[in-house]
């Protein structure tokens, strides 16, 4: 098990938690992370949810930065559709010549959030059209070779902060195998189409100045506990917890409520969105990464939490970085 591994902070705010009690628990995981010797952290650019505190993508990694030595940061991604490209250089630009050679940016197109956040972001439908002709522009900002004459970003201009295409589907394999960058799949929420784009990605691929070969990042949910039974109760919690945010929102549903939910069809539904899932011992959880890591041909992957409470997700990564060989920092 050669492969590195990352984490997908979604920074989650709990039951009776603020959001600055979700970003203060996102550092202290990300210095422990560090300590453990994972490769990176992602956060998420979502819009209008209750739960998640990553909205501002660009200023958590900051703060993040500022407060740890080594680890990789990025975003997982910025939703480059909801902003100009001239901006998005000039924030990461500005972490990359504060934080050099610790910076990622992750870019999709989807919204990040509904059709009513989306006017709110003031975007449409349209928005993720241009998407492709967007991550050129930005690119060329960053390497210093911008497409629209007389302007720059500054800062960020020469920074060459390192692109990532995240996806879902082959769209954004067959653009991240055009412009021959890294590929990011979204396997641990939307799993159908994992073989496939990165299939077409591999065989797509054209090198580039950034990359001479392909590179795969999957995502996978983990749980890793010390005995079985712990793991499971677990995956329990969070499928409740996943049901009752997708099919639930208004109300806080009992056990058997979520129970019988997760018994229906549209559950089940749900649930399949979870179907890379790591949940076990120590050993048995490094047993199925590398398996999926062969599954998905990835040469990385990043594990997203599917634990209930922070204290067990840490405790998560604690155990997968000893059972997977991590080198501590």
Do not use: C
């Amino acid at each position: 098990m050669t492969f590195p591994l990352s984490i997908l902070d979604l920074a989650h705010i709990g039951d009776g938690e603020t959001a600055g009690d979700s970003l203060s628990h996102s550092l202290v995981m990300a210095q422990r992370a560090e300590e453990l010797g994972y490769q990176r952290i992602w956060y998420a650019e979502h819009h209008n949810m209750a739960g998640i505190a990553s909205s501002a993508t660009s200023v958590l990694i900051a703060h993040v930065a500022a407060h740890t030595r080594t680890i990789r940061l990025g975003s997982g991604g910025v939703m480059l559709p909801n902003h100009s490209p001239l901006t998005i250089a000039e924030q990461f630009g500005t972490l990359e010549t504060l934080h050099p050679g610790r910076i990622d940016l992750g870019l999709g197109r989807a919204p990040g959030s509904d059709q009513q956040t989306m006017r709110a972001l003031r975007r449409t439908p349209a928005s993720a059209d241009s998407f492709p002709q967007d991550v050129l522009e930005l690119q060329g900002y960053l390497t210093g070779e911008s497409r629209i004459p007389g302007v720059d970003a500054t800062p960020g201009k020469g920074t060459d902060v390192p692109l990532y295409i995240l996806g879902s589907s082959l769209f954004g394999a067959q653009l991240a195998a055009a412009l021959g960058l890294p590929y990011a799949f979204a396997s641990h929420f939307a799993p159908d189409a994992l073989e496939e784009a990165v299939a077409v990605y591999r065989r797509e691929f054209k090198p580039s100045a950034q990359l001479e070969r392909p590179y795969v990042i999957a995502g996978v949910n983990v749980i890793a506990a010390d005995t079985a039974d712990e793991a499971q109760e677990q995956f329990l919690a969070a499928k409740r917890t996943r049901v009752a945010r997708f099919l639930a929102r208004d109300r806080k549903l009992t056990q058997e409520e979520a129970d019988l939910i997760l018994a229906s069809p549209a559950g089940q539904q749900v649930l399949h969105m979870m179907k890379y899932s790591a949940v076990g011992t120590p050993d048995e959880v490094a047993e199925y990464l590398d398996r999926f890591a062969g599954h998905a041909q990835a040469d990385e992957l990043i594990v997203a939490s599917a634990a209930p409470d922070r204290k067990a997700w840490l405790r998560s990564l604690e155990l997968l970085a000893a059972a997977h060989g991590l080198t501590p920092a």
